[in-house]
């Protein structure tokens, strides 16, 4: 009896550092059971091997930063079966996307030599803002324990399980003081998605949003603690805000409103 035909698998890289994809390669020991229920068609960090689509599963890590990321994201998106965000860059546009508040040709030349060969957007914005996502993936970088959960899903034809509570939930069944009450720490834990084990807290120190927004975050309550309690001036509630996904709306709109 002929085997069944195995999903074909691609995985592609656009305006980012490539942490995403190293997140897939750390997987080690389920790497190679993925690689055994899927064929990597398209993975240039880990192979030369090119295989031309259609691709059932797209893993897209990185932001639209660049005028031909345009076109290639519906390219990819035209090949792909199944497209999964990856990342900070990829749901939120990245630490890049720090340039949507800025005039990025201001600051272009005080960076490159020869400016005029530089080419780039306006603004750095996530792969959901050019095609339809079938899913996203936040973290910088992903889980990778949350990633092989989504490609496991994706094999069995299910709904993948991901956690949708705060940095908070991870602190308390890590058995964490809390750094924000106790220390008087600023920390975005309370409106931050889990997944990174509460690891900045763990560390005593305040969480930096890497994760970037939980579902339904109330950042202006938040903010208001920050302020009113620890004495967090505008400013720096704003900074606080604009990191890792300083372009995902929540985040977006809280920094926004401590502009002057």
């Known amino acids: 009896m002929p085997r069944k035909r195995r999903p074909k698998l691609a995985v592609w890289k656009f305006a980012s550092c490539d942490g995403c994809q190293l997140s897939l390669l750390d997987c080690e020991d389920e790497l190679l059971a ?3 229920e899927l064929e990597i068609s398209y993975f240039v960090e880990a192979t030369r091997t090119v295989a031309k689509g259609p691709y059932d599963l797209s893993l897209v890590e990185g932001s639209i930063a660049a005028p031909h990321d345009v076109q290639r994201i519906q390219q990819v998106r035209r090949h792909s079966k199944f497209v999964v965000a990856i990342g900070a860059c990829a749901t939120a546009g990245g630490i890049q996307g720090l340039r949507n508040f800025a005039d990025v040709k201001e600051y272009i030349p005080l960076v490159y030599a020869r400016p005029k060969y530089i080419e780039a957007l306006e603004t750095s914005t996530p792969i959901s803002a050019h095609i339809q996502v079938d899913l996203e993936l936040q973290g910088c970088p992903i889980n990778k324990r949350q990633l092989v959960e989504v490609v496991s899903a994706f094999l069995q034809g299910r709904k993948p399980v991901v956690a949708a509570h705060s940095v908070c939930l ?3 069944m890590r058995g964490n003081i809390c750094v924000q009450v106790a220390h008087g720490t600023p920390c975005l834990g309370p ?10 807290p763990t560390y005593q120190r ?4 890497c994760y970037g927004p939980k579902e339904t975050p109330n950042t202006a309550s938040l903010s208001a603690w920050l302020g009113g309690r620890l004495g967090v001036s505008e400013p720096e509630l704003l900074r606080l805000f604009r990191t890792f996904n300083a ?13 002057h």
């Open 34 to 36: 993925i690689a055994g």
């Open 247 to 259: 372009g995902a709306p929540a985040f977006r709109q809280e920094s926004e409103s401590h502009e």
């Open 191 to 200: 409106v931050t998605h889990a997944g990174c084990g509460a690891l900045c």
């Open 170 to 172: 991870e602190c308390k």
């Open 206 to 209: 305040g969480c930096y949003g």
